[in-house]
C-alpha cells in the first residue's frame, strides 16, 4: 500500500511509521502538513502538495500537532472529501482537542472522569468550585497538552485568581475535582482500532501532580484491568477516534478517564515503546491496512458515517 502520514513535527514516529510500513511491504511517505494547500470548487476540488496536485494514497495516517490542529483538520477533511481512506476523522480529531467537548461525549457514553465544571462568568466562579468539591482542585485549559496548562490550586483565593487571569486573556477551562490519591501517576493506555495494543504507568518524579512525560515524569510497566481496558476502548468510542491514547487515573471509585489524546506519541527514552517493547508503529500500519479494506468495501470507517448526528455535542 502507499500510505500518507499527515504530519507536523513529530519526526521520530514518522520515522517509525515509515520503518514499520516498509518491514510489511508498504511504501510510507511523510506529508508535511504546511506543504498542503487547497483549491475547492464543486467539480474538481484539488488537493496540492508543494504545490502540485496530489498522487493517490490508499490511506492517510493523520498525525497533527496540536497546535496544527485547525489547519491540519481542515487539510484532513478535504482529503475525506477527495474520498481518500484516512485512519481517524477530522471530526474525531477535533472533539479529541476540546477537553470540555470530549467530557461532554463521556456523558452520553456514561464513562466515568473526574467531577468537572465550566463557567463563563466570574460570578459562577464560587458554585463551580463548590459544586466540583472544593479545594484543592484542578484548572485546566481546554486545549492544553504535555501538562503544560494544567494547575492544582490549593485554596478558593489561589483558584479564584488563576481563573481570573486565565479569564483576562480569554483562554477557555474547566475547573475538576483533584483526585488526590492517584496525584503524580497515570496510566496512557494506546488503543489502536477496538484494542488496547500496549499500556503503562507513568510516575512524576519530583513530586508534581501531573505524570507527564513532558515534564520529567517516567513510564513503568504496568498491568491493566479488564476493566480499565474496557474503558479506554469505550472511551475513544464515545468521540469515533481509532488510534488514541487514553490517560486513564485510578481513584477510589474505580478508574477514571482524563483525556484522550488523538495524536499519541509512542517513541522517546520513556515512550511506550522504549517501556513495553510493543511495537506500536507497526500496529497503526496494520490497522491502517484493515481500515482500507473496509473501506474499499463500503463500510463506515468514520464517526460521522455511523452516527449521522454526531456533531451535535
Ligand atoms: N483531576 C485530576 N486529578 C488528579 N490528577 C490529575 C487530574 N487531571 C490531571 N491530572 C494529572 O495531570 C496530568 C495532565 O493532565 P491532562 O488532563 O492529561 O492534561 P494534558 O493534556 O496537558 O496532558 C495527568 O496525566 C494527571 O497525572
Ligand atoms: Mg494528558
Known amino acids: 500500500m502507499r500510505i500518507g502520514i499527515l504530519t507536523t513535527s513529530q ?12 518491514k510489511k511491504g508498504h511504501e510510507v511517505i511523510p506529508l508535511p502538513l504546511i506543504k498542503c494547500s487547497i483549491s475547492a470548487c464543486t467539480d474538481d476540488p484539488i488537493l496540492y502538495f508543494e504545490g502540485k496536485r496530489i498522487e493517490p494514497f490508499d490511506a492517510i495516517i ?7 490542529t485547525d489547519y491540519g483538520t481542515t487539510i484532513l477533511r478535504q482529503f475525506q472529501a477527495l474520498k481518500y481512506y484516512t485512519t481517524d476523522s477530522a471530526y474525531s480529531i477535533e472533539v479529541g482537542r476540546d477537553k470540555l467537548r470530549c467530557l461532554q461525549h463521556f456523558i452520553r457514553g456514561a464513562i466515568p472522569f473526574p467531577k468537572t465544571g465550566f463557567a463563563y462568568s466570574k460570578e459562577d466562579y464560587d458554585n463551580i468550585i463548590k459544586t466540583v468539591g472544593g ?11 504535555e501538562g503544560i496548562g494544567v494547575f492544582l490550586a490549593d485554596d478558593n483565593k489561589q483558584a479564584k485568581n488563576i481563573l481570573k487571569t486565565f479569564k483576562q486573556l480569554s483562554a477557555p477551562l474547566i475547573i475538576q475535582e483533584f483526585i488526590e490519591e492517584s496525584s503524580g501517576t497515570d ?17 512524576s518524579l519530583d513530586g508534581d501532580f501531573r ?8 513510564g513503568y510497566q504496568v498491568k491493566i484491568t479488564p476493566e480499565e481496558e474496557q474503558l479506554a476502548l469505550d472511551a475513544c468510542r464515545t468521540i469515533g477516534i481509532n488510534i488514541a491514547g487514553v490517560d486513564i487515573i485510578r481513584s477510589k471509585r474505580g478508574p477514571l478517564v482524563i483525556e484522550i489524546n488523538v495524536s499519541p506519541d509512542f517513541c522517546g ?21 484493515y481500515g482500507k479494506s473496509r473501506f474499499d468495501q463500503g463500510i463506515g470507517v468514520w464517526m460521522e458515517d455511523k452516527v449521522p448526528y454526531a456533531n451535535t455535542a
Open 211 to 218: 505524570a507527564n512525560i513532558a515534564l520529567g515524569g517516567a
Open 11 to 22: 519526526r521520530d514516529e514518522d520515522e517509525r511509521l515509515i520503518e514499520a510500513g516498509k
Open 135 to 145: 479545594t484543592p482542585i484542578i484548572i485546566k485549559l481546554i486545549e492544553g497538552t
Open 269 to 289: 527514552e520513556q515512550g511506550l515503546e522504549s517501556i513495553t517493547g510493543v511495537d506500536v508503529a507497526g500496529a497503526i500500519i496494520d490497522y491502517a491496512v
Open 62 to 68: 493523520p498525525r497533527v500537532n496540536v497546535n496544527y
Open 187 to 203: 496510566l496512557r493506555i494506546f488503543v489502536v482500532g477496538n484494542k488496547v495494543v500496549a499500556s503503562m504507568e507513568r510516575k
